[in-house]
């Protein structure tokens, strides 16, 4: 199942992923540094607002709604009045506060397009969380792939009308509003909105949910913190191009260890509720190995290819800063992927979350203060450093304080050595191409290191990829047969 429901989320997260890497080349050739600069801050406060108030509750909907001792139509109707009241109270606030105390009047339209970029990404998040959690591969990916099209559409169109900043935030908007209602979500809302409200579940979900959230605002601030001290010390146009950069590895490596653990996680706890941690640690054993092995080579290869990536994606205005930015960042999404996605699951499975917030508080103030000493003295580069080290030091301490948590299975041996040696001897085969440019070398450099990765991973470690090959190949016997 983890197999066939990874593929289902690999298409659904591979269109968004591809069009995302379109808009980053669109959109650095349609924006000066200063205006991508200026959209990416509303965004990151937009995503630290979110992180703080609403995805703990999306986690709690994952946690929550396998459980057979509760009635899933409670949980929706529950968490979804929770969201309700949550959103109401802090789009007010801003609101006030945007029109009493912001005095620029572009500034305070971009705070409006924030707050209505909050209300709108809230629902459509615990929408595709929803259908994530009833394990519908299928429904997820059209969600994700009517936001990122339609996204990249009204965004480019309005870019070119000269909206500038305000032109990305109005098409993500207008997307998820336009997907929301397509797929039906409004209906989908109101039905479970007639639910029963449960008080007891309340106090479990922010039993919960609580630390997480703390948790995960300040792993958001691990990872954009720098973004807003770069504008301050330096300025918007320098938070700009950075921003291009990191969002590239991130899309890269970002959507491959995301679409594991989108199929996983689900997985995992159904089995943990269903069979006990005996089972879900062999799920868990699963999942790590396919972290690497689609993290690991993806990682490398985009260090290797980061100067042609560079000159091919992005506009010649961000394309230095993210050559620079490609290689660092790239192995700082592979250590937060890995935690994120396999050591962090010890203490939301264990519900010892308190745990997890710690660790985050002293990653979030390790970041802060390197970023406060090295961005006025090394400019960008201080930034890269001060993130790898954060990621490296948050890694380590979930490793060894989750393990009393919920005992993880420890690292397949086999596999992962398999996945390293392959991973060397495909880097080392790239090395040979790290000269060429455009993008027809790209396109050759990733489809060449990705079968010279396959060739060696497979005459190393065949078991790896040989669940794999027997569904193929028994879907195919399947449909010969029909």
């Not at 985050?360 to 001060?386: C, F, R």
Request: include cysteine; hydrophobic fraction near 55%; proline fraction near 4%.
């Amino acid at each position: 199942m983890l197999l066939r429901h990874g593929f289902l989320y690999a298409l659904g997260r591979g269109l968004p992923g591809l069009v995302n890497f379109v808009a980053l080349a669109v959109y650095t050739r349609l924006l000066a540094p200063e205006q991508f600069g200026e959209y990416t801050l509303v965004v990151t406060a937009v995503g630290t607002a979110d992180a703080f108030l609403l995805q703990w509750l999306r986690l709690a909907l994952l946690r929550f709604l396998p459980r057979a001792d509760v009635d899933p139509r409670t949980t929706l109707a529950t968490i979804a009045r929770m969201l309700l009241v949550i959103v109401a109270a802090a789009c007010l606030v801003a609101g006030v506060a945007a029109t009493l105390f912001v005095t620029d009047p572009t500034t305070r339209q971009l705070v409006y397009l924030g707050i209505a970029l909050f209300l709108v990404q809230g629902v459509f998040e615990l929408t595709i969380e929803r259908e994530r959690s009833q394990l519908s591969p299928a429904r997820y990916g059209a969600y994700a792939a009517g936001k990122a099209v339609l996204s990249l559409a009204f965004g480019a169109g309005l870019a070119l009308l000269g909206w500038g900043a305000a032109s990305l935030l109005v098409g993500l908007v207008a997307a998820m509003l336009l997907t929301l209602v397509v797929l039906g979500a409004p209906g989908l809302w109101a039905r479970a909105l007639t639910g029963p409200f449960e008080r007891r579940l309340v106090r479990n979900v922010l039993a919960y949910g609580l630390p997480l959230a703390t948790t995960a605002t300040l792993g958001f601030v691990v990872s954009t913190s720098d973004r807003f001290m770069l504008a301050g010390f330096l300025d918007s146009g320098v938070a700009g191009v950075y921003a291009v950069g990191y969002d590239l590895a991130n899309y890269g490596i970002g959507m491959l260890l995301s679409i594991v653990n989108l199929a996983a996680y689900p997985l995992v706890v159904a089995a943990l509720e269903r069979d006990g941690p005996a089972a879900a640690r062999q799920e868990l054993s699963r999942t790590v190995s396919l972290l690497l092995m689609f993290g690991l080579p993806a990682a490398a290869g985009m260090a290797v290819l980061a100067p042609n990536i560079a000159a091919v994606l992005v506009g010649q205005e961000f394309e230095a800063a993210t050559k620079a930015v490609l290689p660092w960042i790239a192995g700082a999404a592979l250590i937060a992927g890995v935690k994120s996605y396999y050591l962090d699951l010890a203490f939301q499975l264990g519900r010892d979350t308190l745990k997890q917030l710690w660790i985050m508080l002293v990653s979030m103030a390790l970041n802060v203060s390197l970023n406060l000493w090295w961005i006025p003295t090394l400019g960008l580069m201080g930034a890269l450093y001060s993130t790898v080290v954060a990621y490296v030091v948050a890694a380590a301490l979930a490793w060894w304080f989750g393990r009393s948590s919920f005992a993880l299975p420890p690292l397949p041996r086999q596999p992962v050595g398999a996945i390293v040696a392959a991973t060397t001897v495909m880097t080392v085969a790239l090395a040979f191409t790290r000269d060429w440019s455009g993008a027809a070398p790209l396109a050759a450099q990733v489809l060449g290191g990705g079968l010279v990765y396959l060739a060696a991973l497979l005459l190393l470690d065949r078991r790896l990829l040989r669940p794999l090959v027997q569904r193929v190949a028994a879907r195919g016997q399947r449909g010969s047969s029909d």
